[in-house]
């Protein structure tokens, strides 16, 4: 059984910063991908950055790369979200994911296991 909780999201002014928290709980998340998705009102969801478990192996969407980084502390199981420089368009409810496989994590259909949400609001 996996189970994923998020944390840290809030409302911040545009060019600040958060950090997401996913808990996670599993026997084990060897070979895992974990990422983070978001989904904005009257929007798709989308993919946000996915890392490795094990490797350590980045994976970031267009959007946001050079501003959020992805990271997991192993010993705590734990995967993190940095958001600097936010904009208004990162507005949107933050998921954190977990999946053995990455192709299906890049896209977010068939991806097993989600949490409960947690919401980044950006204001201009």
């Known amino acids: 059984q996996v189970q994923l909780v998020e944390s840290g999201g809030g409302l911040v002014q545009a060019g600040g910063s958060l950090r997401l928290s996913c808990a996670a709980a599993a026997r084990t998340f060897n070979a895992w991908f974990l990422g983070w998705f978001r989904q904005a009102p009257g929007k798709e969801r989308e993919f946000v950055a996915a890392?490795?478990?094990?490797?350590?192996?980045?994976n970031y969407a267009d959007s946001v790369k050079g501003r959020f980084t992805i990271s997991r502390d192993a010993a705590k199981n734990t995967m993190y979200l940095q958001m600097n420089s936010l904009k208004p368009e990162d507005t949107a409810v933050y998921y954190c994911a977990a999946d053995p496989l990455l192709s299906r994590m890049r896209t977010g259909t068939g991806v097993p296991h989600w949490g409960q949400g947690t919401q980044v609001t950006v204001s201009s």
């Open positions: 890392i490795g478990w094990t490797s350590g192996t980045t």
